[in-house]
């Protein structure tokens, strides 16, 4: 069975940088596609990056474009996410997802009813403050 672990959650102060790591045990995830979604109190969750199991072709929201990037490590099963410039607004839990048979482009819709992904970690917080 898959698990996956969230670390390198924090405090930052706007326009510094975070890294994200998810390291999975119990099965590799060279052949899942894997996203980082993130979450606000009263919010749905959304998916903000993803990298696609096959080809390793990335997607993510305007909202992250250019200041988010997200790699794999298949040989020590890891996927980090790499935040800069980071802004109040991505303030939020981190969930690190993988998915084994759905697309990358299935994250971006609505969680309500995509119900993307069939691993989730348990989370880490994000928070951007001055």
């Known amino acids: 069975q898959l698990q996956l672990v969230e670390s390198g959650g924090g405090s930052v102060q706007p326009g510094g940088s975070l890294r994200l790591s998810c390291e999975a045990s119990?099965?590799?995830?060279?052949?899942?596609?894997v996203a980082w979604y993130r979450q606000v109190p009263g919010n749905e969750r959304e998916a903000v990056i993803c990298?696609?199991?096959?080809?390793?072709?990335?997607q993510s929201t305007d909202s992250v474009e250019g200041r988010f990037t997200i790699s794999r490590d298949n040989a020590k099963m890891t996927v980090s996410l790499q935040m800069s410039d980071l802004k109040p607004e991505d303030t939020a839990v981190y969930f690190c997802?993988?998915?084994?048979?759905?697309?990358?482009?299935?994250?971006?819709?609505?969680?309500?009813?995509?119900?993307?992904?069939?691993?989730w970690g348990q989370g880490t917080q994000v928070t951007v403050s001055s």
């Open positions: 997802v993988a998915e084994g048979t759905g697309p990358c482009a299935a994250a971006f819709l609505d969680f309500r009813w995509s119900r993307w992904g069939d691993h």
């Open positions: 119990g099965k590799s995830l060279e052949h899942y596609s």
């Open positions: 990298i696609e199991r096959d080809d390793d072709y990335t």
